[in-house]
């Protein structure tokens, strides 16, 4: 399929695309236990909880699974009711953030952030085109402003590296580290080793329509890929939220807490009432793009003493002195500290 095709088939009516969703599902299904392999589902928030009920109700009963530790609790209360199999992470959170550092902003950003945080980094040429965009000699001396880190996030995280670009005013150095790695340790390596241990192969709940990095990969591989170091179904890639919200309702899928409920606005928009999306409690990718109540105010209050520990406590700076995210948010001008209930602020203190 190309992306044109690709293109064309997310503006197909909703139930052409839920047949279609049905239709490579099932493509994939023959086709891995054709080869002798198994199959399973990767459950985490509402998408893939949407997934795994759609599966088992056109027939395709296989095992579902999670690092259910990681989500919000209302996450974990819905895997529980529908059997999904529990696995362990390789790295707790506290672990991760102490040891690696705070997943914020993207996960290619923290990423290149992570390099200009380390003042002896050994890829110079790369910190050059973090900073600047130039590319040097292997890269042809182009300029690509998709490597460079924003001005923005340059000036908050860039000063050990101020002399490529000495035209920016930079924020001191945070105490803090930042890292894109907290996935691949909590979550993807634990889930692609139970894959290989069960010779099974997964369901994923994405679509194109999340935008980000997996849109392009969805976009040029399609539902179904199968590859030398990757294989994989996404039913419904070419899903919008509308579509994936739609199919939640009409199979009546139980929706975790911390989405609230599915309601029609007058102009026909389904939305959730709360969370659109949930994930790990202590991540902060996409932070900088919520609006309040943003996802650590949801968590204040429906767990307060796990946000206060997040908060204030899960880190231990080279001072001994005890901080955690409210240190990060305060560094990247995101509000926190006061409490924020239906539009209105009220002090902390």
């Known amino acids: 399929m190309t992306i044109a095709e690709f293109q064309q088939k997310q503006k197909l009516p909703y139930e052409a695309k839920v047949a279609h969703a049905e239709i490579r599902a099932r493509e994939f299904y023959n086709t891995i236990l054709g080869r002798g392999d198994n199959v399973h589902v990767s459950v985490g928030g509402l998408d893939s909880i949407t997934l795994l009920v759609f599966l088992r109700h056109i027939g395709i009963n296989v095992p579902a699974i999670s690092v259910s530790i990681l989500e919000d609790k209302g996450n974990q209360e819905v895997h529980r009711q529908l059997g999904v199999t529990n696995i362990a992470p390789y790295m707790s959170k506290t672990q991760v953030l102490n040891e690696l550092g705070f997943p914020v902003v993207s996960k290619a950003k923290a990423n290149k952030i992570s390099y200009l945080l380390n003042e002896n980094a050994e890829k110079q040429t790369f910190i050059h085109a973090i900073m600047t965009g130039d590319m040097g000699e292997q890269g042809g001396f182009k300029h690509s402003n998709r490597i460079k880190l924003p ?199």
Not at 306 to 329: A, F, I, Q
Not at 338 to 343: K, L, S, V
């Open 151 to 349: 001005d923005k996030w340059l000036k908050l995280f860039g000063k050990n590296y101020a002399e490529h670009r000495p035209d920016l005013s930079y924020a001191d150095i945070p105490e803090f580290k930042v890292s894109s790695r907290c996935c691949y340790y909590m979550k993807e390596k634990p889930c692609d080793d139970w894959a290989k241990e069960h010779n099974s192969y997964p369901y994923l709940g994405l679509m194109a329509s999340e935008g980000g990095q997996r849109e392009m990969g969805l976009m040029k591989n399609g539902c179904n890929y199968y590859g030398k170091s990757t294989t994989r179904s996404c039913p419904f890639a070419i899903f919008s939220r509308q579509d994936l919200l739609q199919l939640t309702l009409d199979l009546n899928v139980p929706v975790p807490k911390a989405y609230g409920e599915i309601v029609r606005d007058a102009d026909g928009t389904l939305r959730t009432t709360r969370a659109q999306r949930t994930g790990c409690s202590m991540c902060g990718f996409g932070i900088h793009i919520e609006k309040r109540p943003h996802r650590f105010d949801r968590l204040r209050e429906d767990n307060p003493k796990e946000w206060h520990y997040w908060m204030y406590n899960c880190c231990t700076d080279s001072n001994g002195k005890k901080y955690g995210w409210g240190r990060v948010l305060d560094h990247i001008g995101i509000e926190w500290e006061d409490e924020y209930i239906e539009n209105t602020q009220l002090s902390f203190i």
